[in-house]
């Protein structure tokens, strides 16, 4: 859906746009020109496209928000040190109390129990705390004019304007993260126009300001991509000693009791539960990290986020609202992350010593990890896949 941590920087400021060059203006307002026929054509009525597009000018700071790259990767312990808080836990804790009767409703209609949607909440916009700045057309306007993304971004203008078509806000109430992400659960215009769903019968279908629109909306887009009320998340869990590393992967699917028969065990010791479901291991701080066996559910998490970390925290968070303890695993304290240049001289060193990561980037990806995995291997080093400035030092032969 977006980038969690980029809308969360872009929402928590108030921006000011510069303005931009007259001949890219001139050349910005030829291509509206384009979009405006094909809103007509699409049955777009003449007045929504006026107040949509009149005055729109490119957006210098959405394009700088999409060029950059993070200057360190993000741990998983960082990341869910950043977003699974003591006062988060706190808060949504009360917030689960405070709107029980209508998450209790809203879970009975869709099938999504209370504790995730507030989870999602939580994680997405600090329960609603900072839903963004940006003009939403003018943001998704900009990047559907630049190159990079535009067919993606294209779609999800006409997108937007059918949503201020269809009467559900006014063009200056639609505000968003730089990408377009809108409301309390953070909808991409085309999310909102599958899924997003009227809770209060009002007619308008309002993801900024009213809780049933939203509870409603986030229930009804996870109920649709696979979410089984039925079951949890997943679980942290204690590998044996000579785990087949080989099976850590989200890829490999096997039942509860197969992984119980490999001597998983829960976190504390325990026996793994007994239930007819299939899950994965996930090693996301590589093999001196915690493990967890994850079930159906996370793969619909990941479904609204394409981020393992993300969802292991929405998981983790969700735990925490109804009282369940932290994680038996402890962060390291001597743990570090990677800066951009060391990812990018690890990738150029994997490249040259055969083991293929695509071209350097600074960004740890499948094919990175793909490339770390199979060096370790070759190299007697338990295949977790993970980068870490130890394996670095190795490559540069140190």
């Known amino acids: 859906m977006r980038n969690l941590l980029l809308?969360?920087?872009?929402?928590?400021?108030?921006?000011?746009?510069?303005?931009?060059?007259?001949?890219?203006?001139?050349?910005?307002?030829?291509?509206?020109?384009?979009?405006?026929?094909?809103?007509?054509?699409?049955?777009?009525?003449?007045?929504?496209?006026?107040?949509?597009?009149?005055?729109?000018?490119?957006?210098?700071?959405?394009?700088?928000?999409?060029?950059?790259?993070?200057?360190?990767?993000?741990?998983?312990?960082?990341?869910?040190?950043?977003?699974?808080?003591?006062?988060?836990?706190?808060?949504?804790?009360?917030?689960?109390?405070?709107?029980?009767?209508?998450?209790?409703?809203?879970?009975?209609?869709?099938g999504v129990q209370p504790r995730f949607l507030v989870a999602f909440w939580g994680m997405e916009t600090n329960f609603g705390d900072y839903t963004g700045g940006f003009p939403v057309i003018g943001a998704v306007a900009t990047l559907a004019h630049d190159e990079r993304r535009s067919d993606f971004f294209r779609a999800e203008l006409f997108h937007a304007l059918k949503i201020v078509d269809e009467g559900h806000i006014a063009v200056a109430d639609m505000k968003g993260s730089w990408a377009g992400a809108m409301g309390q659960p953070q909808f991409m215009p085309s999310t909102f126009t599958g899924y997003a769903t009227d809770g209060n019968g009002d007619g308008r279908k309002d993801i900024w300001t009213t809780l049933p629109d939203v509870f409603a909306s986030a229930a009804n887009y996870l109920s649709k991509i696979g979410w089984d009320d039925t079951e949890t998340w997943g679980r942290e869990v204690r590998l044996p000693a000579g785990f087949d590393l080989e099976t850590a992967d989200l890829s490999v699917h096997k039942h509860i009791s197969e992984w119980q028969a490999l001597g998983v065990r829960r976190a504390n010791g325990a026996d793994l539960p007994v239930a007819d479901i299939e899950g994965s291991i996930i090693l996301p701080a590589g093999v001196k990290g915690p493990a967890f066996l994850v079930y159906g559910n996370f793969d619909a998490i990941m479904t609204w986020n394409r981020s393992v970390y993300y969802a292991l925290a929405v998981g983790y968070l969700s735990d925490r609202l109804i009282g369940q303890g932290a994680l038996v695993a402890r962060r390291p304290a001597d743990e570090k992350p990677l800066h951009r240049d060391d990812i990018i001289d690890l990738q150029q060193r994997l490249n040259a010593a055969g083991f293929d990561t695509g071209k350097p980037d600074g960004m740890i990806g499948p094919a990175t990890r793909g490339a770390v995995k199979a060096y370790q291997k070759a190299n007697g080093l338990p295949p977790d896949g993970y980068p870490t400035h130890e394996l670095l030092q190795s490559l540069r032969g140190g």
Do not use: C
């Open 7 to 110: 809308a969360v920087t872009a929402m928590a400021t108030v921006w000011t746009f510069p303005s931009v060059a007259p001949a890219q203006t001139t050349e910005f307002q030829t291509w509206l020109e384009g979009v405006r026929s094909e809103g007509l054509a699409k049955g777009l009525k003449p007045a929504t496209l006026d107040s949509a597009l009149n005055g729109l000018q490119p957006i210098e700071r959405v394009l700088e928000l999409d060029r950059r790259q993070p200057e360190f990767t993000r741990t998983f312990w960082g990341y869910l040190d950043s977003f699974v808080t003591e006062d988060r836990i706190r808060r949504g804790r009360d917030l689960l109390r405070r709107h029980a009767a209508l998450l209790d409703q809203v879970a009975k209609t869709y």
